[in-house]
């Protein structure tokens, strides 16, 4: 009988397990393509053994080949898994190239009973919770809770599900059952419990000082503390020790985060040649209007971040026929397949010069794949993405029938905003004063150049004129889009819908008229921002 090595459940027989290390071994000194060359090996012998191609995606992916990369990482998924182990390598590959449809497939159709791994589980949870799957989350957290029940990582996930879907009383509980579990030292937890209103600020601000001495100095952990101390002090009107708070966390997170300012603004500069072919007059309709069934009507919301784009998207899911699609990043990776280049971010500056005036149908064709799903059934969907204010001019090549909403808000509280909010894996530029007024200018004068090559097919929307008068603003934003203005979407406090963004904690409240302004009590320390944003007109 030939000898076997088991990898996930999948049968590989000894000499093409040398192969397999070959591989391994050729991937530890960088050489990925002869590490490729190994898994293609193994596949020519056995087309079916999964593994492999999972393996041999990521050694393309090394590459800058991500159209091969995510060709093997659909084909892993045509099969149903055969361990649970597999199936989360599948689903975490797919992750990369945002094919969310397909995720959701893989992890409905797997047999979870037979995992042994409360650790896997949750894990898996973590990566499919911000693609939005909050159903398989779930899930998946019932599976780890039966292997093993108390878990502060799972009290935590489910926490921040029920915070997403705006139950914030069992929010606070499942999080203070992960604090009890952890002994209040999951610093994320406090974080998280941060953004609601505490209704004893000086025992949350005593419990952040504990768990405070018991993390890394100069850590995630220590940051995440840092901010959440920043929120409770703040609510609390003891801005001191809230700034202090803030200007801690926000020279490490700066440290942490690998943030290049210059070639950001190459992509700026970069940007300002690329658009839509300039033409009066031309109206988002006119532009090519609503697609036919099943394809849903389309509309970006964009901006800044904390310019109020969650509560923009808030009021449009109010509408029957409207699905919040939510944050996701699925038309970057639209445009990653259609330029063959993979860009960790929204865009980077191979996207820009590899796509130049290229034909983006491609493009438009995988992104209306996703809204066809994502929609189920609804005639629109909203796409709420702050930073594809980046992509505007790529969005109107790619989908012309697309309706932009670009959310506008006072410079000053959307920066303080910025600088006081911890975002994961986004914004990076928004730990340092004098890089968030910069990225800030450079954002106004993009969107501008967006409005002059594209007039008529973007609409402004400014935040103090919809929290003030929603109604008028509502009905111009739907007369816009083209469809019938209702009363919901003035009832953004009503239940159900999802909510994953830093406007967690308050969007739920109704439309507030009286968020500006947070910035005020710290105008000596903002010196160096507010000087910056003094050139706007």
């Not at 593994?51 to 800058?64: E, G, H, R, W």
């Not at 200007?247 to 500069?269: H, I, M, N, P, W």
Request: proline content about 5%.
């Amino acid at each position: 009988m030939t000898a076997t090595v088991d990898i996930h459940g999948y049968a590989l027989p000894a000499g093409l397990a040398r192969v397999w290390q070959d591989a391994v071994s050729s991937a530890g000194i960088g050489d990925f393509s002869a590490a490729a060359g190994c898994m293609q090996r193994i596949l020519e012998a056995q087309p079916d053994f999964v593994p492999a191609m999972v393996q041999a995606a990521y050694f393309l992916l090394a590459q800058d080949r991500y159209r091969e990369a995510r060709r093997l990482a659909l084909d892993a998924a045509t099969n149903p898994a055969r361990s649970p182990e597999a199936a989360f390598e599948i689903a975490r590959l797919l992750r990369l190239f945002e094919e969310i449809e397909t995720v959701d497939s893989v992890v409905r159709h797997q047999d979870w009973s037979t995992c042994r791994s409360a650790r896997l589980l949750v894990e898996l949870a973590a990566q499919v919770a911000p693609l939005g799957l909050y159903d398989a989350t779930t899930h998946l957290l019932d599976h780890a809770e039966r292997l093993e029940p108390g878990t502060p990582a799972v009290a935590t996930l489910r926490g921040t599900v029920s915070a997403v879907r705006g139950d914030k009383p069992a929010a606070g509980q499942w999080y203070r059952r992960a604090l009890e579990a952890s002994a209040g030292t999951l610093p994320q937890v406090h974080w998280l419990q941060s953004l609601s209103s505490s209704p004893d600020p000086a025992a949350a601000i005593r419990e952040i000082h504990a768990a405070r001495r018991q993390v890394m100095p100069g850590g995630e952990g220590e940051a995440y503390l840092d901010f959440a101390l920043h929120n409770v002090c703040h609510a609390a009107g003891e801005f001191g020790e809230s700034w202090d708070a803030l200007q801690r966390g926000c020279r490490t997170k700066r440290r942490l985060e690998s943030y290049d300012a210059e070639a950001q603004r190459a992509v700026f500069d970069l940007l300002h040649g690329t658009g839509p072919e300039k033409a009066a007059g031309v109206s988002a309709a006119a532009a090519g209007g609503r697609p036919q069934d099943p394809d849903p009507g389309l509309v970006f919301i964009v901006g800044m971040h904390r310019s109020g784009t969650t509560l923009l998207e808030r009021m449009l899911a109010g509408h029957p026929d409207i699905r919040d699609g939510g944050e996701t990043n699925v038309f970057p990776a639209s445009l990653r397949l259609a330029a063959d280049h993979y860009a960790p971010g929204v865009l980077d500056a191979g996207i820009v010069r590899r796509l130049g005036r290229a034909d983006l149908g491609e493009a438009g064709g995988a992104f209306r794949r996703y809204a066809r799903w994502r929609a189920a059934g609804r005639g629109w969907l909203t796409e709420k993405l702050p930073s594809n204010f980046l992509n505007v001019g790529f969005i109107l090549r790619a989908l012309p029938e697309a309706r932009i909403l670009h959310m506008r808000r006072d410079p000053i509280d959307t920066c303080f905003s910025n600088l006081r909010t911890y975002f994961s894996g986004a914004a990076a530029y928004s730990y340092d004063q004098g890089e968030l007024a910069d990225f800030y200018l450079r954002y106004r004068r993009l969107m501008d150049h967006w409005h002059d090559r594209a007039p008529g097919r973007i609409l402004d929307v400014d935040y103090e004129l919809l929290v003030q008068a929603p109604e008028p603003q509502a009905r111009r934003i739907a007369a816009f889009c083209g469809f019938g203005y209702v009363d919901g979407m003035l009832q953004v406090d009503r239940a159900g819908g999802s909510v994953a963004t830093a406007s967690i904690g308050s969007v739920r409240a109704g439309i507030l008229k009286d968020r500006g302004g947070a910035w005020k009590p710290y105008a000596a320390q903002l010196q160096p921002m507010l000087d910056a944003l003094s050139t706007i007109d």
